[in-house]
């Protein structure tokens, strides 16, 4: 499904209450004074999944030559539906909300234009990139770098863990394109005092998975962006999930601003295939090592392993090393450095696995991953979608694999029910599992949990925490939580 709505009125994001019901109070009619002059929401619904006609190219949207052929030079032979519609409506100047699936080529459908737009008048800093984690913002300034090859393009890269004051010095050289995480651009605003004035000429600003920047209480992080920001500048939204923040936006966003909706809820595409492996918790870890040996069988070129916590990712890691299986580990609790690093060796093929918490969930594009596992099933379904997204990206097939115990059969179900189908068995010989690997898993995982016993993971983690919620603390920001705050801190935990 496919809908186009011009709406009415600027994309004012702190009009909507913060109380808990923010849905329904946000979407209360403004006054009679702010309606009697709104033209009327106009809704054009093309039921067509893939509208694009293959005859369109980039130069038809209104690209300039030189952006024509990076993409042609990149592979880009047509533009990805995302990209058609919205790339003439940036151009010409309207603020977008863009909601298509992961692996749509929405980056691209906001970089050709702003890139487009700051060839014609260079300087700096000319586009600010908001976006929910680093790992992120390193792929998205990869994706800039290479869209603006021909430019000499200027692009900092501003998050969290990584050295403020080289940040704050590359800030003030004023960059053509900043990409940032809410949390570090907030501080570098609020301490450089010559910071806000960087951005006081800034023609773009653009939230990257919208709806997670909009919805783990990025609020505060958000407000001291926009004050340093101009009011005349362009607003992209882009996301793969529609949730309760952005249909509000929408409901109270812009004459000028333009919808593009390739979305029918949580879906998972069709090239994905999704199985599921019950058993008890405790030989999870053998069923994986199974898995992990016949990746080659499988045709299986790498595999991103989730799991729910970080001490199950450090630990994993620990006993992965133990049976000599080469893999990367990426979790909050590493520093920035290492979590580059981590990155880097997954990307470039030097390790074939990556066991990774829900920090790497979202947008990652790394186009070898055939293979998905979910060692631990997500508490929320939206996560599942966006761990499964992490492959068959493209039109490219992949694979899913749940291991399920009985204590997640109503997550499960939960799953299912949202993405609209129901995951198949995945296929396997259960003598053969518990033989082939049993005995060598128990010993590694003895080895493991030792070694990080020894590491003194546990009392790092329980440090970490105090300092965290002390923090919290000193800025008052220490509540009692409701369900919705519980929900949000999960995000929020699973992104910093
Ligand atoms: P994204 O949804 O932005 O994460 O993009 C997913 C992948 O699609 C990235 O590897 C892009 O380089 C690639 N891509 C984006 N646009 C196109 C296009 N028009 N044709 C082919 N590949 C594309």
Redesign the pocket.
Same mark, same amino acid.
């Given at each position: 499904m496919e809908e186009e709505i011009q709406v009415d009125e600027n994309f004012p994001l702190f009009y909507r209450k913060k109380s808990s019901a923010s849905v329904k109070t946000t979407s209360k009619k403004p006054p009679p004074s702010e309606t009697a002059a709104a033209p009327p929401k106009v809704l054009d619904k093309e039921l067509n999944p893939n509208p694009t006609p293959a005859h369109i190219t980039?130069s038809d949207l209104g690209l300039a030559e030189w952006a024509v052929n990076t993409?042609k030079e990149?592979?880009?032979?047509?533009?990805?539906p995302?990209?058609q519609h919205c790339i003439p409506k940036i151009l010409a100047g309207q603020d977008v909300m863009g909601l !298509?699936?992961?692996?749509?080529?929405?980056?691209?459908?906001f970089a050709l234009p702003i890139l487009h737009r700051l060839a014609e008048d260079p300087f700096g800093v000319f586009a600010l990139v908001v976006t929910p984690t680093r790992e992120l913002a390193y792929?998205l300034a990869e994706?800039f770098r290479?869209l603006g090859s021909g430019l000499g393009l200027r692009c900092s890269v501003i998050v969290g863990g990584m050295d403020i004051i080289n940040q704050s010095q590359s800030l003030m050289q004023r960059p053509h394109v900043v990409i940032a995480t809410p949390g570090r651009i907030k501080v570098l605003i609020e301490e450089n005092p010559d910071i806000p004035a960087v951005f006081s000429n800034t023609k773009f600003l653009v939230l990257d998975e919208a709806d997670r920047v909009l919805g783990v209480n990025f609020e505060a992080e958000l407000r001291v962006i926009f004050q340093c920001l101009p009011k005349n500048r362009q607003t992209l939204l882009f996301s !793969?999930t529609m949730t309760s923040n952005l249909q509000t936006l929408l409901e109270l966003s812009a004459n000028k601003a333009y919808f593009y909706a390739a979305y029918e809820g949580f879906k998972t595409v069709e090239s994905l295939k999704q199985q599921y492996v019950f058993i008890p918790k405790h030989v999870k870890d053998v069923y994986l090592l199974h898995i992990l040996n016949k990746m080659e069988e499988m045709n299986v070129r790498s595999a991103i392993i989730f799991v729910s916590t970080c001490r199950s990712c450090e630990l994993l890691s620990l006993l992965l090393e133990q049976l000599e299986m080469e893999a990367a580990a990426l979790h909050s609790f590493k520093s920035q450095s290492l979590r580059l690093s981590a990155l880097h060796k997954f990307k470039s093929g030097q390790v074939p696995v990556l066991l990774a918490t829900d920090v790497a969930n979202r947008?990652l594009?790394i186009?070898t991953v055939d293979l998905v596992i979910n060692y631990d099933i997500p508490r929320y379904p939206e996560d599942y979608v966006h761990r499964v997204g992490r492959t068959a990206?493209?039109g490219r097939g992949g694979l899913a694999v749940s291991f399920v115990t009985q204590n997640d059969v109503d997550l499960v179900q939960e799953i299912e029910a949202v993405i609209g189908k129901q995951l198949d068995k995945f296929e396997y010989k259960e003598k053969e599992v518990l033989e082939e690997n049993l005995t060598k898993v128990y010993k590694a995982r003895r080895v493991a949990t030792m070694k990080m016993m020894d590491d003194g993971f546990d009392e790092k983690a329980k440090a970490r925490k105090e300092q965290k919620l002390k923090a919290l603390a000193e800025k008052g920001l220490l509540k009692k939580k409701s369900k919705k705050r519980k929900r949000e801190k999960h995000a929020k935990e699973s992104q910093d």
């Open positions: 980039f993409c990149l592979g880009m032979k047509r533009p990805t995302v990209q !298509a699936q992961t692996g749509s080529g929405k980056t691209a459908a792929q994706q290479a !793969a947008g594009d186009p990206r493209a």
